[in-house]
């Protein structure tokens, strides 16, 4: 059984030697990549390389999407809305640049505890993948490869 052991630890030791600054990197990456790809869908116009820059313009669907289906208590649905999309939109770039991260994490956090808690209750699988990825990025920061270890924050 040692000899299994040893095998397995020996096989995993590499991974420990994978940096730190990488795993935070990719985490932010994947993290930014869900909330852009989001903001997106709630976006009109704006298409520029591809992507949809004018944050400003919702398209209907998703005024619709926050009056019928989201149904946020507190908030009205057109609020919510330009709150959700200004959120994704720039919270993303933030959190793939490494700039302002923790707060940026923090921010999709709270968000995440509101889609789970008023939006999608049944889809927590998804959502804890988010909160954990969140966790790890508003714990141990963005990492050397960040604006905000350029900027010294």
Same mark, same amino acid.
């Given at each position: 059984? @040692? ?8 096989? !995993? ?6 940096? =730190? ?18 903001? $997106?869908?709630?976006?009109? @116009? ?10 400003? +313009?919702?398209?209907? @669907? ?6 019928? =289906?989201? +149904? !946020?208590?507190?908030?009205?649905? =057109? ?8 959120? =994704?939109?720039?919270? @993303? ?5 490494? !700039? ?15 889609? $789970? ?17 969140? !966790? ?11 604006? +905000? ?5």
């Amino acid at each position: 059984m @040692s000899s299994l052991i040893n095998t397995i630890n020996g096989l !995993l030791a590499p991974a420990k030697k994978i940096p =730190e600054s990488l795993t935070l990197l990719v985490a932010r990456i994947a993290l930014a990549t869900v909330f852009w790809k989001s903001a $997106q869908t709630k976006i009109a @116009s704006g298409d520029f390389l591809g992507q949809k820059w004018a944050f400003y +313009d919702l398209s209907a @669907s998703t005024t619709m999407l926050f009056e019928y =289906e989201y +149904d !946020l208590p507190l908030i009205p649905p =057109e609020t919510a809305a330009y709150m959700a999309t200004f959120a =994704e939109f720039f919270l @993303s770039i933030f959190i793939l640049l490494g !700039l302002f991260t923790r707060l940026s994490a923090f921010g999709f956090l709270m968000m995440t505890l509101v889609i $789970q808690v008023f939006v999608y209750p049944d889809a927590w699988p998804t959502h804890i993948l988010w909160a954990g990825l969140l !966790l790890y990025v508003l714990k141990e920061g963005p990492g050397k490869l960040s604006l +905000d270890r350029v900027l010294g924050k």
